[in-house]
């Protein structure tokens, strides 16, 4: 698979659990981030990654820590969820942090927290 | 008041229809203007972009911007099934802020 990946595509998670999740580029980019989409409602914004430093933290939880080890790589590590953080959780790439348009999008990780 | 409004739908249209989907915001200072298409289980991919005020036109989309009313449209000529999608507006001002997102208008187009 090209441009951006995300594992798992679905996740179930008890409120105690702890799990990650694992985005993957493979354009080159160097700014990553991490949005959260919830039904009818707009995309969030939850971190920025530029050249692999924290650009933005968006006023998340600290249950949600971001861990971005390369430009090529994010993951998101989940503990002590509640059920209202059930969403789709989406990554995305650009070339630059700042780009104004060009930001590339996975297919996004289901989760339930139950 | 949110930065960003557009009319979440659903929206149903008979293939062939034009289509136009809007959204309005609050913020003048934005000037980058975006429409995502997002298939259901994908992520959003870009669609359309158009820089300030103006039109832009891409095979059957046409993107609109009106600075002055702060509202911009997305028009579908001749509709396809393959439209079906949920159609995400979103912008961002030109001093390195983020993006915001309208929170989607999703469109059915019926065969």
């Known amino acids: 698979e090209t441009g951006v990946t995300q594992t798992p595509r679905h996740l179930v998670m008890g409120m105690t659990n702890k799990k990650s999740l694992k985005c993957e580029q493979h354009?080159?980019?160097?700014?990553m981030y991490w949005y959260k989409q919830s039904a009818k409602k707009p995309l969030e914004l939850m971190f920025v990654y530029n050249f692999k430093e924290q650009t933005e933290n968006n006023s998340v939880p600290s249950r949600f820590s971001p861990e971005c080890p390369n430009s090529s790589h994010l993951f998101l590590h989940l503990h002590t969820l509640q059920p209202e953080d059930s969403a789709l959780y989406l990554c995305?790439?650009?070339?630059?942090?700042?780009?104004?348009?060009?930001?590339?999008f996975g297919p996004g990780t289901r989760l339930t927290v139950t | 008041q949110k930065e960003v409004e557009q009319d979440p739908g659903p929206l149903s249209v008979p293939e062939g229809a034009i289509v136009s989907l809007n959204c309005t915001y609050s913020?003048?200072?934005?000037?980058?203007f975006m429409w995502y298409r997002q298939y259901s289980r994908k992520g959003p991919e870009l669609l359309m972009y158009?820089?300030?005020?103006g039109n832009k036109e891409d095979g059957r989309f046409t993107a609109q911007v009106d600075k002055s009313s702060k509202y911009i449209s997305l028009f579908i000529r001749d509709s396809q099934p393959s439209d079906s999608a949920t159609y995400l507006c979103a912008m961002k001002d030109n001093q390195g802020g983020k993006l915001i997102f309208g929170q989607g208008t999703e469109l059915s187009v019926k065969p």
């Open positions: 913020n003048s200072a934005f000037q980058y």
């Open positions: 995305a790439s650009s070339l630059h942090g700042g780009e104004p348009k060009e930001q590339y």
């Open positions: 158009t820089y300030s005020s």
């Open positions: 354009l080159g980019h160097n700014a």
